[in-house]
């Protein structure tokens, strides 16, 4: 889908003369009127200076992103380079036209055989008209396992050897499933949100999916052209753009731009600022109206009628394109229900127009998840 740039501009070219006015034209110069003359050489010499400006400001916010890299802003050089490199290369052989790539992390316990990366794929495979996104998804592992497997099934893997903020190698282990708001599982959500900031700071713009969520329409559809963050909500209020909506991280679309980085990083920093056991979207929450309006960043909630979950269970499958299964804990129960939910999909989607014209289809109410 088509994004607008930052900053549009236009270019309003004159008419050709005709050769009757060139003629003139040099005769008007020949004259040597110098009082005539001096309007056209201030434009041209205008130009020049603003393409000057231009040229230096793409150079100062290209240095500006390669010096964003990491936890400071420093630039990249020696080993440090060599994990930017490869993970540069990667979002580019994923991107879309308009540099989107879609996301999603998994760890060991997620890519196990009959886990939650097989329900997440076939999904794909089974939507309409999501296959063919699958060439844009890259999938970041947290440990080799994880990683190993990726490469087994897809083509855009990347292993992420997530850092501490004080540059050491974590303790925790994060192949094993995590469960939800205990250190692992918060450790895991912060190095998540660390490295869509560094997704921003390449350049690139990115729709992060947890792998819980799966997708039977495409959602870039919903989200506006005009917005710098696109997020889901558990319980949409009907306002998309009502900061009173409770963020959802799981499902989050940002556009790179100076001031969504700057986003990024004022929402990292605002974690000092709360007790250490809350996670990165207890803190959006808090801070998304001041960051908003402080950087001018438009934010868009996402109505549960087309990316839903079964906190909001909508059960018009004409308009979904992707169920969360977000108000549920447990890997277990998350892979349970989430089989149904593909078994369901599969049934609309065989029965012939004329049925599912008459409706009656839905969901099969989550079983063994926790509402």
């Not at 949100?193 to 390449?202: V, Y």
Request: overall charge positive; aromatic content about 10%; charged content about 20%.
């Amino acid at each position: 889908m088509p994004f607008f740039s930052d900053d549009p501009s236009s270019c309003i070219c004159p008419p050709s003369p005709s050769s009757r006015s060139s003629k003139s034209m040099a005769a008007w110069k020949v004259r040597g009127d110098a009082g005539r003359l001096l309007p056209v050489i201030t434009f041209f010499l205008g130009a020049a200076v603003t393409g000057a400006f231009v040229f230096l400001g793409a150079t100062m916010d290209m240095s500006w992103r390669f010096a964003a890299w990491g936890n400071g802003a420093r630039p990249v050089a020696g080993d440090e380079a060599k994990p930017f490199a490869e993970l540069a290369e990667l979002l580019k052989n994923a991107s879309m036209e308009d540099n989107t790539v879609i996301v999603t992390s998994i760890n060991k316990a997620y890519a196990a055989p009959g886990s939650l990366l097989d329900l997440f794929l076939e999904s794909f495979r089974s939507g309409k008209g999501t296959a063919g996104l699958l060439d844009h998804l890259l999938i970041v592992s947290v440990d080799p396992g994880a990683h190993e497997t990726c490469r087994s099934v897809h083509r855009h893997c990347y292993l992420l050897r997530p850092d501490n903020d004080d540059g050491a190698a974590p303790a925790v282990d994060l192949s094993a499933a995590k469960y939800f708001m205990t250190k692992d599982y918060l450790d895991m959500m912060w190095a998540r949100n660390r490295f869509q900031q560094t997704i921003l700071e390449l350049g690139f713009n990115f729709l992060f999916t947890d792998v819980d969520i799966l997708w039977f329409r495409n959602p870039m559809r919903h989200i506006a052209v005009t917005s710098d963050v696109a997020i889901a909500s558990d319980y949409f209020n009907g306002d998309p753009d009502s900061l009173h909506n409770q963020p959802n991280g799981g499902f989050l679309y940002v556009r790179s731009m100076n001031r969504t980085v700057e986003f990024y990083r004022r929402w990292r920093e605002a974690r000092a600022g709360f007790p250490p056991g809350t996670n990165e979207q207890h803190v959006l929450a808090r801070v998304q109206l001041p960051l908003t309006r402080r950087l001018g960043v438009r934010m868009q909630f996402l109505d549960t009628a087309h990316c839903g979950g079964f906190c909001q269970l909508s059960d018009d499958l004409r308009r979904v394109s992707t169920m969360h299964a977000n108000c549920c804990t447990g890997l277990d129960n998350k892979v349970h229900d989430l089989r149904n939910v593909l078994r369901d999909w599969r049934n609309y989607t065989a029965a012939t127009r004329e049925v599912r014209r008459r409706g009656g289809f839905g969901w099969t109410k989550p079983g063994r998840c926790i509402r």
